[in-house]
């Protein structure tokens, strides 16, 4: 399915929970996690409505998400290396996913191209997850973006529209 993407070929949507998707891939970085000695924790919000989705697709995002969280937050030692995974409702009601972690933040000066293809800010980088996850997202209807984290680290935040109430 991501060559699919990368073909341009329509994603495979179903209705998904996005709190079941977090708790999935949240299992499989789990020992990542652990590795590293990041604390990895949820708050999920109930009563969320259902999304239309490919769901590998939307799990690789967060996925990835949460893997440079971890990254970011290697170089960390003075402080815990705390990550947390949040749904909720946006301001548009559809359904929002927040990844917020306590690394050592965002060089505000590349804010314009932390979602361009090949931009990166890692040694070993390939600067293409952001730039696919934001894709993905869109492809989506959503929107993906970042702001900072106080007092350190970044928030990496998605919004996708819910299934609306036939009335």
Same mark, same amino acid.
């Given at each position: 399915?991501?060559?699919?993407?990368?073909?341009?070929?329509?994603?495979?949507?179903?209705?998904?929970?996005? #709190?079941?998707? $977090?708790?999935?891939?949240?299992?499989? *970085?789990? &020992?990542?996690?652990?590795?590293?000695?990041? /604390?990895?924790?949820? !708050?999920?919000?109930?009563?969320? +409505?259902? %999304? =239309?989705?490919?769901? $590998? !697709? /939307?799990?690789?995002? %967060?996925?990835?998400? $949460?893997?440079? *969280? $971890?990254?970011?937050?290697?170089?960390?030692?003075?402080?815990?290396?705390?990550?947390? @995974?949040? &749904?909720?409702?946006?301001?548009?009601?559809?359904?929002?996913?927040?990844?917020?972690?306590?690394? +050592?933040? =965002?060089?505000?000066?590349?804010?314009?191209? /932390?979602?361009?293809?090949?931009?990166?800010?890692?040694?070993?980088?390939?600067?293409?997850?952001?730039?696919?996850?934001?894709?993905?997202?869109?492809?989506?209807?959503?929107?993906?973006?970042?702001?900072? #984290? @106080?007092?350190?680290? *970044?928030?990496?935040?998605?919004?996708?529209?819910? =299934?609306?109430?036939?009335?």
């Amino acid at each position: 399915r991501i060559r699919a993407l990368v073909r341009k070929s329509p994603p495979r949507k179903d209705w998904l929970d996005i #709190n079941e998707l $977090i708790l999935e891939v949240v299992a499989l *970085a789990r &020992s990542e996690a652990q590795t590293n000695h990041v /604390l990895l924790q949820t !708050q999920l919000s109930s009563d969320l +409505p259902l %999304i =239309l989705g490919d769901r $590998i !697709q /939307l799990q690789q995002v %967060i996925l990835n998400l $949460i893997i440079n *969280a $971890i990254e970011a937050m290697s170089g960390v030692g003075e402080r815990p290396r705390e990550l947390l @995974v949040g &749904s909720g409702k946006d301001d548009s009601q559809g359904v929002g996913v927040t990844v917020r972690d306590s690394g +050592p933040g =965002l060089n505000l000066d590349s804010l314009d191209h /932390l979602f361009t293809a090949f931009y990166t800010t890692k040694p070993q980088g390939m600067g293409m997850g952001l730039a696919i996850s934001r894709s993905i997202i869109e492809a989506h209807g959503g929107r993906l973006w970042v702001t900072p #984290n @106080v007092p350190y680290g *970044a928030v990496f935040r998605f919004s996708l529209p819910a =299934l609306q109430p036939v009335s």
